[in-house]
């Protein structure tokens, strides 16, 4: 055990969040995200994190993980699709004040992506962490900033 490390950060999601340098990207996927396959195929790391939510995690993350203060949306969130443009997604209230309580930027950090470029912006990301989220559009990419 360490010293103000949040009980949900496991040895390898910390090992790899230290890994990172200023610029890379994490994602953190909900329970339909194709975590594995979009990481594996480009030869990255695919975190398990089952049992947690994509909010618990990107709150934990983000009390260790400094946002990139040298671009104006460090933090990306995966769109709708068109066929789901009248669907609710509370979650995104919830990154937004995750990301606030953590960045003074708040919800101007933030940007949206749609499915397929969130997608292949995966590909390019350091490692991703796969969550068992339920809610949809629960995903969203974190970039590392300095300290």
Request: with cysteine; glycine share 6%; charged share 30%.
């Amino acid at each position: 055990m360490l010293k103000g490390i949040p009980d949900i950060i496991s040895p390898e999601l910390l090992k790899v969040m230290h890994e990172m340098g200023h610029g890379d990207t994490l994602v953190i996927g909900d329970a339909n995200f194709p975590a594995t396959a979009l990481a594996e195929g480009s030869g990255h790391k695919n975190i398990r994190c089952d049992g947690h939510k994509a909010t618990e995690l990107l709150d934990a993350i983000l009390e260790l993980f400094p946002l990139d203060e040298f671009v104006d949306k460090p933090v990306t969130i995966m769109n709708k699709m068109e066929m789901h443009k009248d669907l609710e997604c509370p979650v995104w209230e919830e990154f937004a004040d995750i990301v606030a309580a953590h960045d003074k930027r708040g919800k101007d950090a933030i940007r949206f992506m749609d499915r397929f470029d969130f997608y292949e912006a995966t590909k390019e990301a350091y490692a991703t962490v796969s969550t068992t989220e339920h809610a949809f559009y629960s995903c969203i990419i974190i970039q590392k900033g300095c300290l």
